[in-house]
């Protein structure tokens, strides 16, 4: 059974800054892209940032870039979301989740229906 379980969320004043992890059992993903997703309250799921399988190509959204980072340890099965200088409009839940390949094409990267797998969620705050 495949399991991607977020951790790190929490609650973090304006400018601060947070580490999600998220780790995957029962399938090794090692071959295939990763990404990060949030929902905010009243919004739907969008795109955050995503990782090719071996790191060498990365994808933010515009919101994010310059303060995000994604980076993944595939002898460990994680992916690492690293948030700089958060802001409140960034509470959401984040969600973790991996796909069955690793597309070369953003468009692709980028897209929600690209991931089979997806964790239950971190609950991120933000605090003015």
């Known amino acids: 059974q495949v399991q991607l379980v977020e951790s790190g969320g929490g609650l973090v004043p304006a400018g601060g800054s947070l580490r999600l992890s998220c780790t995957a059992s029962?399938?090794?993903?090692?071959?295939?892209?990763l990404g990060w997703f949030r929902q905010a309250p009243g919004k739907e799921r969008e795109f955050v940032a995503s990782?090719?399988?071996?790191?060498?190509?990365?994808y933010y959204a515009d919101s994010v870039k310059g303060r995000f980072t994604i980076s993944r340890d595939n002898a460990k099965n994680t992916v690492t979301l690293q948030m700089n200088d958060l802001t409140p409009d960034g509470t959401a839940i984040f969600f973790c989740?991996?796909?069955?390949?690793?597309?070369?094409?953003?468009?692709?990267?980028?897209?929600?229906?690209?991931?089979?797998?997806w964790g239950q969620g971190t609950q991120v705050t933000v605090s003015s």
């Open positions: 989740a991996a796909a069955t390949h690793s597309p070369t094409a953003q468009s692709l990267a980028i897209a929600d229906n690209t991931y089979a797998y």
């Open positions: 029962g399938h090794t993903f090692r071959s295939y892209a």
């Open positions: 990782i090719s399988w071996n790191g060498d190509s990365t």
